[in-house]
């Protein structure tokens, strides 16, 4: 048995590479969460929700990060793209 959760897209602010995923993400319903480039500002809750889908230090390097129906990292503009393209 498979589960399923709403896809997510966790972005920083002012981020261009986390604009453009949007876009490639159009037409697919996802929750999207935007958080301060400053990590050390990332409150305690904050870390926890991170911590439970392991994105913490995917996005102290990259972002964005895109977790998809199934629980599935996608990490960074390229990749989310190409999931995009392949799963719309």
């Known amino acids: 048995m498979v ?5 997510m897209l966790v972005t ?8 453009a995923a949007k ?9 999207l969460i935007t ?3 400053d990590y050390k500002t990332w409150n305690a809750g904050v ?4 911590e439970e ?3 913490i230090e995917d996005l102290k390097t990259t972002a964005p990060v895109f977790i ?15 999931w995009a393209y392949e799963n719309k």
């Open 3 to 7: 589960i399923e959760m709403k896809p």
């Open 12 to 19: 920083l602010t002012d981020c261009k590479k986390c604009e």
């Open 23 to 31: 876009k490639y993400l159009e037409g697919i319903n996802y929750d």
């Open 35 to 37: 958080l301060s480039h």
């Open 47 to 50: 870390l926890r929700f991170l």
């Open 53 to 55: 889908y392991d994105i």
């Open 68 to 82: 998809t129906k199934r629980g599935t990292k996608v990490i960074g503009q390229l990749r989310i793209k190409r």
